[in-house]
């Protein structure tokens, strides 16, 4: 994921807002994605966003995307301790799936 | 939702054998399906991109007559891996994209294959 950056750890408290960052380098990207894995499973498709949007909320889940600075967020509101897993975001400019590094989130008690 | 199965999750091979492993799209069809490989703590490597009907993509680096794929139906992907070494041992992931007009290029993943090498 050269192309792709992401800080590789965040921990929050449980109940806490989490703010995982992502920047890409590639604007030809029709859509931007989050993946979600936990430990010893495949990727979850947490949500996407199209990117002539600004901001896309899904229950817990909010993704914001800053096209002119080519940054895109994903906040997960009153985090839980489910929610402790690596964190993929995706860009796919050539319709293959381009990853970060991933972000390990550890939820504290 | 759009569910994509691996099989078998977990195998265990001596040094020289191949082993295959299965991705299948269950309730959609997948024209594409892409084959990753993941280290420990790592991203995931793509592969290959496996076309139905057609000689699968290798990306640079990833040996073709090691890394055997096989798109036979719109559901099923193959990867078998030859001759296997201990070095080949990591976590296989496939993912599917969804074909029809209306498809956003999202790629639904399986739940990954944990190969060991003895």
């Known amino acids: 994921g050269e192309d792709v950056e992401q800080s590789l750890f965040l921990s929050v408290r449980e109940g806490d807002s989490s703010v995982i960052n992502c920047t890409y380098t590639d604007s030809s990207s029709t859509y931007l994605y989050w993946y979600k894995q936990e430990p010893g499973a495949g990727l979850q498709l947490l949500t996407y966003?199209?990117?002539?949007?600004d901001m896309k909320q899904d229950q817990r889940l909010t993704v914001l995307l800053n096209k002119k600075d080519k940054h895109l967020s994903l906040r997960i509101a009153d985090t839980q301790t489910g929610d402790s897993a690596i964190y993929f975001c995706?860009?796919?400019?050539?319709?293959?799936?381009?990853f970060g590094s991933g972000t390990q989130l550890t939820v504290l008690p | 939702g759009a569910v994509v199965s691996q099989h078998p999750s977990r195998v265990i091979c001596k040094s020289g054998t191949s082993v295959k492993i299965e991705c299948r799209s269950l309730d959609f069809q997948a024209t594409t399906m892409f084959w990753y490989r993941q280290f420990p703590k790592k991203s995931l490597m793509l592969m290959a991109t496996?076309?139905?009907?057609?000689?699968?993509?290798?990306e640079q680096g990833v040996e073709k007559d090691k890394f055997l794929i096989n798109h036979a139906s719109l559901t099923l992907s193959t990867l078998t891996v030859t001759s296997a070494h201990p070095e080949d041992s990591s976590f296989y992931i496939c993912s599917a994209r969804e074909t029809g007009p209306i498809s956003t290029d999202t790629q639904y993943f399986g739940p990954g294959t944990r190969l060991t090498v003895l």
């Open positions: 995706a860009e796919s400019p050539t319709r293959q799936l381009t």
């Open positions: 496996s076309n139905e009907g057609s000689k699968a993509t290798y």
């Open positions: 966003i199209f990117s002539n949007m």
